[in-house]
């Protein structure tokens, strides 16, 4: 029974596994599903992955072929776009020790390098905050559309900057003595630029 249960999430997951082949994906996160508007509140995010690449001489570094083994190499692009808001929405004055209205309208790109026994990930991202994010606008229009309650405390948001990262992500496998479970490791790293 519980195989059942887990089919759908099965069948949802197969696009995350390794392909020459290129895809785009749409995703969403927003956490009016659960009844609440607060904190990271919403999310959408458009990337496009290419097919495989052959590493060129910009990018070998980052390959995990300049080791000597194979890998399956892409490029992606993430344009995204992501909201925070305090607690009440309804206050339309800043509230003390809660999270203010944030935007963030960013994107990625990334070198994504692919092997059985590791993966790695190197990214640059370059967005803005602000009323640049165009935030208070996204809100306002889906709540107009949902009959969600108005968000009032936009012009409180914070200030426009523009703000970039670089990071990078590894994950690897430690040992698989036992063919059914494996141990693996991840290591994150980002630097963020304001």
């Known amino acids: 029974m519980k195989l059942v249960r887990l089919l759908p999430l099965l069948l949802l997951t197969s696009p995350a596994l390794?392909?020459?082949k290129s895809t785009w994906v749409f995703s969403l996160d927003n956490d009016g599903l659960f009844g609440v508007d607060k904190d990271y509140t919403n999310g959408l995010f458009l990337s496009y992955t290419s097919g495989a690449v052959s590493p060129n001489?910009?990018?070998?570094?980052?390959?995990?072929?300049?080791?000597?083994?194979?890998?399956?190499?892409?490029?992606?692009?993430?344009?995204?776009?992501?909201?925070?808001?305090?607690?009440?929405?309804?206050?339309d004055y800043p509230l003390e020790n809660n999270r203010p209205y944030a935007g963030y309208l960013h994107t990625e790109l990334s070198y994504i390098s692919l092997h059985p026994q590791q993966a790695q990930r190197f990214t640059a991202t370059i967005g803005?905050?602000?009323?640049?994010?165009?935030?208070?606008?996204?809100?306002?229009?889906?709540?107009?559309?949902?009959?969600?309650d108005d968000p009032n405390g936009w012009e409180y948001q914070i200030e426009d900057k523009i703000v970039g990262g670089i990071g990078y992500l590894g994950h690897f496998n430690c040992f698989a003595k036992i063919p059914t479970w494996v141990l693996s490791g991840k290591c994150l790293m980002s630097v963020k630029l304001t």
């Open 57 to 91: 001489w910009l990018t070998k570094p980052l390959s995990l072929s300049i080791w000597g083994a194979a890998s399956l190499d892409k490029y992606e692009i993430v344009i995204g776009h992501k909201m925070y808001t305090p607690d009440d929405i309804e206050a």
């Open 18 to 20: 390794a392909s020459e």
């Open 128 to 148: 803005t905050t602000g009323e640049n994010s165009l935030a208070d606008q996204a809100q306002n229009l889906v709540h107009s559309i949902t009959g969600s």
